[in-house]
């Protein structure tokens, strides 16, 4: 089974950027890549995903003009770069592999904490 594992989380200033790093221990076959939040107190909530062979992208409203979502497949790996950041996004992000429809995810990743703070 393939494991996920993401990366690059850390604690920025309002304003600043992040790139979020998932990477596959085998193959990638997941049809998408997505990425999730979840805040204190709060349900996990979607951020944005991306077919895995076409790489169309997909966003929240929250992040859409903010965050930009990308895989490389030879590297069996997704990445989520983050601009502008605001305490709002202040959460554990999590990547999974999906499937077609985007509502059912197989594989998680363990989290990886954002923190946006001045």
């Known amino acids: 089974q393939v494991h996920l594992v993401e990366s690059g989380g850390g604690l920025v200033q309002p304003g600043e950027s992040l790139r979020l790093t998932c990477t596959a221990s085998?193959?990638?076959?997941?049809?998408?890549m997505g990425w999730f939040r979840q805040a204190p107190g709060k349900e996990r909530e979607f951020v944005a995903t991306i077919s895995w062979r076409l790489g169309q992208p997909l966003y929240a409203d929250s992040v859409k003009g903010r965050f930009s979502i990308s895989r490389d497949q030879a590297k069996n790996t997704g990445y989520l770069q983050m601009n502008n950041l605001q305490p709002d996004d202040t959460a554990v992000y999590y990547c999974?592999?999906?499937?077609?429809?985007?509502?059912?995810?197989?594989?998680w990743g363990q989290g990886s904490q954002v923190t946006v703070s001045s």
């Open positions: 085998g193959r990638f076959t997941n049809y998408r």
């Open positions: 999974g592999g999906g499937d077609t429809t985007g509502k059912y995810y197989s594989t």
